[in-house]
């Protein structure tokens, strides 16, 4: 005689959260395809020390430690998803706080065959991938599940563009704003 039947543990939507203007399309999307899969929504943001743990052990004297950190993660975390979802996203959620790289930790989260992970796929310069290692691509080898990557909102460009003009103190050029500001009149 069989034994009892393990309930069926829901659909999951893991998402990496950073608070980034891409990380944020990512969580917008993720949430939509939540709401039309049925699923649970996982936001993670993953969090580090800086100089990971052999230097967090290396500087007694460190000015913010592990917990401080931790907090500072959590907070980003809340302050995020609020801002997104200000009357919640519609959908089941369960937040995560994940101590470690950010690759990494959603590969694990993200961990059965049918979750689905959502990832940030922005556009990135030479300079930055050689610094910093690409989370959605760590993603796109290691994951056992299906990838989402979502694109950057075409606003995000634009949005740069203006952050570096500010940046450097330079002139905004506005008058193709002031036509499209303006309003046309009426046809009679």
Same mark, same amino acid.
């Given at each position: 005689?069989?034994? !009892?039947?393990?309930? #069926? ?10 608070? /980034?203007?891409?990380?944020? /399309? ?8 939540? %709401? ?28 913010? /430690? ?15 998803? +609020? ?5 919640? #996203?519609?959908?089941?959620? %369960? ?37 910093? !290692? ?29 952050? +570096?003009?500010?940046?450097? +103190? ?19």
């Amino acid at each position: 005689m069989p034994g !009892p039947e393990a309930a #069926p543990t829901a659909a999951r939507v893991v998402v990496g959260v950073s608070g /980034t203007p891409g990380s944020l /399309t990512a969580l917008c999307r993720a949430a939509a395809e939540a %709401r039309q899969r049925g699923a649970e929504l996982w936001p993670v943001l993953a969090w580090q020390q800086p100089g990971g743990d052999l230097g967090a052990r290396r500087a007694t004297d460190a000015p913010l /430690t592990a917990d401080s950190w931790e907090r500072l993660a959590r907070r980003t975390l809340v302050a995020t998803l +609020r801002e997104v979802f200000p009357e919640g #996203p519609g959908v089941p959620m %369960r937040a995560l706080l994940a101590r470690g790289t950010a690759g990494r930790a959603l590969v694990e989260t993200a961990d059965r065959e049918d979750d689905i992970l959502v990832i940030g796929a922005g556009h990135r310069g030479q300079l930055h991938r050689a610094l910093h !290692p690409s989370v959605s691509r760590y993603c796109l080898a290691h994951a056992t599940c299906l990838v989402l990557a979502v694109p950057p909102s075409p606003l995000e460009a634009e949005l740069a563009a203006v952050h +570096r003009r500010n940046l450097w +103190r330079l002139r905004l050029d506005a008058r193709h704003f002031s036509r499209e500001m303006t309003p046309t009149p009426p046809v009679a």
